[in-house]
């Protein structure tokens, strides 16, 4: 069974860091690019970042480029995002999600969104 | 950016009835990269379409998805009860990466 975990949400103060993760397994992580999305409570969602398969290229929303940064280990079938200056508004549950595809060599389907984990939240308040 | 607007914002409809969910991008989307999402109270998203009409796995055929250009629509034949939830569209055209701002489906 594909499966996806995250974990590391937690509170923390305005300018803060934390790094959360994505435990993948049940398929070739390596195959398949991973994106996290996030939604704030009663939001819409928002794509926050995106990685290819072998970690070569990575993408990320203006609302979070030179902050966060996105990686993985493949060794570990892991996901990270790395956030730094951590602002109020980046409060929500954050998703990974297994793209379809690793990358964008054959059409995008590494955009697809196949498989989502359950989340962890992130909250950021005084 | 690619724009994504869904209408109606809420849809209210009794069971056996058909819904239909409409996406407009801002722009046109070559390849017909759309995708749909259904996400119920508390859940994560599930995937349901793909490519603008191409079902994922395990999606009941009551799901269908058409359109191209910059209108796709969504529909959801013989509505059960267990489609109460949000509805998003997804287009993977361009970077960033954007979702519609959803849709609420309703039992009467």
């Known amino acids: 069974e594909v499966q996806l975990v995250e974990s590391g949400g937690g509170w923390l103060q305005p300018g803060g860091s934390l790094r959360v993760s994505c435990a993948a397994s049940g398929f070739t992580f390596s195959n398949s690019a991973m994106s996290w999305v996030r939604q704030a409570s009663g939001k819409g969602l928002e794509w926050v970042s995106i990685i290819s398969g072998n970690g070569a290229a990575t993408e990320y929303a203006d609302s979070v480029k030179g902050r966060f940064t996105i990686s993985r280990d493949n060794s570990r079938n892991t996901l990270y995002l790395q956030m730094n200056g951590l602002k109020a508004e980046d409060t929500a549950i954050y998703f990974c999600?297994?793209?379809?595809?690793?990358?964008?060599?054959?059409?995008?389907?590494?955009?697809?969104?196949?498989?989502w984990g359950k989340g962890t939240t992130v909250t950021v308040s005084s | 950016e690619i724009v994504l607007t869904q209408s109606p914002g809420t849809l209210s409809l009794s069971p056996g009835e058909r819904a239909t969910l409409s996406c407009r991008a801002s722009r046109s989307l070559s390849s017909d990269n759309v995708a749909w999402y259904q996400q119920k109270r508390g859940q994560a998203p599930r995937l349901l379409i793909y490519g603008a009409s191409s079902r994922a796995t395990g999606i009941p055929d009551r799901f269908s998805g058409s359109g191209s250009g910059t209108d796709f629509v969504l529909t959801i034949n013989r509505l059960e009860s267990e489609d109460i939830a949000e509805y998003y569209c997804?287009?993977?055209?361009?970077?960033?990466?954007?979702f519609g701002g959803g849709t609420k489906v309703e039992i009467k």
């Open positions: 997804q287009q993977y055209a361009g970077l960033p990466l954007t």
């Open positions: 999600a297994k793209g379809v595809g690793a990358d964008c060599s054959n059409g995008c389907s590494s955009r697809i969104m196949d498989v």
